[in-house]
């Protein structure tokens, strides 16, 4: 299997091979997550499945975590705007 290169901002939608390659996931947990619905993908043609760039790259940032600090911050704003209420 030839390299893919993911910087080609062209390259829109992956096959479960570019996939595999894009995350190091294996194949079988790939079709494990399209099973369970926890990967979005399209099946056009009713036989090979193709992901877009776009929904891996969110789901991948969807559980995302931020810093302790700016996780405090954010806490130390809203409990100064709730006594500000009070």
Known sequence: MAKVN????????LTIDDLVEYTGWSKS???KKTSDGT???????GKTI????EWIDN?????????IAETEAEA???VHLKNLQL
Do not use: C, G, M, Q
């Open 50 to 53: 193709f992901f877009s760039k």
């Open 29 to 31: 947990y790939i079709y």
């Open 76 to 78: 130390n704003k809203t």
């Open 6 to 13: 993911f910087s080609d901002t062209e390259r829109v939608v």
């Open 39 to 45: 990967l979005k993908y399209s099946k056009p043609l």
């Open 59 to 67: 789901f991948l940032l969807s559980a995302s975590n931020r810093p």
